[in-house]
């Protein structure tokens, strides 16, 4: 095949752009992501290896090898890993992170690039940082299995990049960085192997370097032979140490190796929110360090993203995805599990259906919510922060976790009626705040605090000084179908069913009361009803209502209008539902409404009222009126009889 000239895609000129000239601030880090990358490639072949043996060539001679030419410029780090095809080449390389560059690009406008510069690497494209370094990148693949037949890729990062078919014997990815003149030092074997030290030495194959010495001959004893002048001689040494970082000792390793493994890991650029390293005894015995992040990935609700943690067996790499490894609440997750108890050749069913796996799941989870727990026990402010990060997808746990249902409520918090906006409180603290005649937990959901906020099913809560929990996540609707109760309390909706917050003798004034407004408005409600019947369920008088003159409420386990409009921004089917219309018997409208009706049963104005009550309800739980024309116009109308004109 004869060299073809390609074009990137426009998103990833505009991405190389941002990395060669102002994304990177620390220079040093693309040698540590053509490591990691290098290292991967090996964990790949070897995994392929358990179920197919041939496809290691009899090459199992596991290393990196880093090759500097200071009279070539050049800088080659090569592997003997899983190798590439062309059509990988091009789907790896030619089109990076597909699914993440316009997310990409979009975060970097977010935020200010110049004080978050690494963000790069939460998107795969860290083969390009090369780019900051090299003015040319040619690359030499062939994938395991083929036959001699490898693949050539170059660009100079300028908008095109060429690819041909070419001819290579071994199995593996070789890496060339022309380098800039003005970068030359990363040519230098100090400067190599102080990289390699910092970012890459747990890495567990072995990263290797030749190293030429000038020698003076010594003799039999060891004395160096005088007047028999020098000779150079040249050893390939290793650079990294390969301890896997998570089988030594917590006090054996430093926070900046803990840091660096977890940059390898999640190809994340700041530092871990916590970092978690214990070993487990007992019926399953494994080590496991694991990462909780400070911010959460740009693609953490995105149905096609990649989750699960390394799994080593005895140290030998099996999966970097081991999905079964952690629930999908916790999908945020980073880390390595390494296993004393699976067999080797561990297949994707057995990985589905081991109990050694189940086991080591309730052990990552215990771990992870024990972590969490005294974080939030010990420095809220802190937890607070990482809540604001995590909290929606934790939340999803307290619906599909029951074994660990009691943990994970007490980890969950709110906003409330009770706390100012962006503050946060537990379950715990709610109660503890609670009044003594009241009963209930009260919440409300919806899109927002601040639509919340505005709802009028708060008013007579609000009078009694009872606190109520907002909760705007979508996934609160599933979460309350699950936690039902917390310390004996039952939790109850403010816009769904009856609400009655009176003690025994206020609840007989008021029954009184609306005993008389009943008999008062009686044909009115008759009339409000008749007319609105296919719209509502029923119209009755609030015990929500102080200020407004009405609310729709959801039957006690009907829908809302909040779960009406998940299901529908979800394209799931929506069943048909009517709510019912509470009116306030104290509003002056009800009262205007009634007379009108006393003079003129027939009057067509009753009828646009009506309509307009209606409207109006819908407006308050943020639905969407059906006819907003009409109801401008007849609010129109009503603004110019109130003027006198």
């Known amino acids: 095949m004869s060299k073809t000239t390609k074009q990137f895609q426009t998103e990833v000129q505009q991405l190389l752009d941002l990395v060669i000239h102002s994304l990177y601030s620390n220079r040093d880090i693309f040698l540590r992501e053509l490591i990691s990358n290098a290292s991967d490639a090996i964990d790949k072949v070897r995994f392929e290896s358990h179920s197919n043996e041939a496809i290691l060539e009899g090459n199992s001679d596991w290393k990196i090898k880093i090759v500097p030419d200071k009279d070539a410029g050049t800088l080659t780090i090569r592997d003997n890993g899983i190798g590439m095809s062309m059509a990988e080449v091009e789907e790896n390389i030619g089109t990076i992170a597909r699914s993440g560059t316009k997310a990409f690009m979009q975060s970097l406008k977010d935020k200010a690039t110049s004080d978050n510069p690494e963000l790069i690497g939460q998107f795969g494209v860290g083969f390009y940082a090369s780019f900051m370094v090299a003015d040319r990148v040619t690359l030499y693949t062939r994938s395991a299995g083929s036959i001699e037949t490898g693949c050539c890729w170059e660009s100079t990062g300028d908008g095109s990049y060429t690819i041909e078919e070419c001819r290579r014997e071994q199995r593996g990815t070789e890496i060339v960085l022309h380098l800039k003149d003005e970068f030359k030092e990363y040519l230098d074997e100090w400067k190599i192997r102080s990289i390699v030290k910092k970012y890459s030495d747990y890495i567990q194959y072995p990263i290797v370097m030749d190293i030429t010495r000038t020698e003076t001959p010594k003799g039999v ?10 000779i150079e001689k040249t050893v390939e040494e290793t650079l990294n140490s390969m301890k896997a970082i998570w089988a030594r000792p917590k006090s054996d390793v430093t926070e900046e190796e803990y840091n660096e493994f977890y940059k390898h ?19 399953s015995e494994f080590k496991a360090l694991l990462f909780l992040p400070a911010r959460k990935p740009f693609d953490m609700f995105m149905s096609d993203r990649k989750k699960g943690l390394q799994l080593y067996v005895k140290r030998v790499f099996i999966t970097d995805k081991c999905e079964e490894l952690i629930p999908d609440y916790l999908r945020f997750v980073k880390g390595v599990v390494d296993s004393s108890d699976l067999p080797l050749n561990v297949s994707r069913e057995i990985l589905q259906e081991d109990v050694q796996i189940k086991r080591i799941q309730k052990g990552l989870v215990s771990k992870i919510l024990s972590t969490l727990s005294e974080v939030k026990e010990k420095n809220f402010d802190e937890y607070v922060k990482f809540w604001a990060e995590f909290g929606q997808v934790i939340k999803e746990g307290v619906h599909f976790d029951f074994a660990n249902k009691e943990k994970l409520q007490e980890l969950v918090l709110f906003e409330s009626t009770g706390t100012e906006a962006g503050a946060f409180s537990s379950l715990k603290d709610y109660v503890a705040r609670m009044p003594e005649s009241q009963k209930e ?46 310390d004996g309390k039952p939790l109850k909706a403010v816009d769904r069913g009856d609400i009655s917050l009176d003690s025994e003798d206020e609840k007989k004034e008021k029954e009184k009361k609306r005993e008389e407004a009943q008999k008062e408005f009686s ?16 119209v009755r008088f609030s015990n929500r209502l102080t200020e407004s003159a ?19 921004a979800l394209n799931q089917p929506v069943p048909e539902s009517k709510r019912v219309l509470e009116l306030n018997p104290d509003h ?8 009108l009706h006393k003079q003129d049963n027939k009057a067509p104005a009753l009828s646009d009222y009506a309509d307009l009550l209606y409207d109006q309800a819908l407006l308050t739980e943020g639905s969407p009126i059906k006819d907003p024309l009409r109801f401008t116009r007849m609010v129109s109308e009503l603004m110019v009889k109130a003027a006198g004109k």
């Open 265 to 283: 890991v999640s190809h994340d650029f700041e530092a871990p929110f916590r970092t978690i390293h214990f070993s487990a005894e007992g019926v």
């Open 588 to 595: 002056a409208l009800l009262r205007a409404m009634g007379d």
């Open 550 to 568: 009405c609310c729709l409420v959801a039957e006690e386990y009907g829908m809302n209008a909040n779960m009406e409009r998940i299901m529908k």
């Open 523 to 538: 044909d009115l409600i008759s009339f409000i009803k008749d007319h609105l019947q296919d719209k509502v369920k029923e």
């Open 441 to 486: 937990i009260y919440f409300i959901t919806g899109n927002s605090r601040e639509a919340l906020e505005q709802s009028p099913h708060l008013e007579a809560f609000r009078a009694k000084g009872y606190e109520v929990i907002f909760m705007s996540d979508p996934v609160d609707e599933w979460v309350v179908q699950s936690l039902t109760e917390y």
């Open 221 to 230: 004893d060891g004395e160096e032979i005088e007047g028999a002048g020098t």
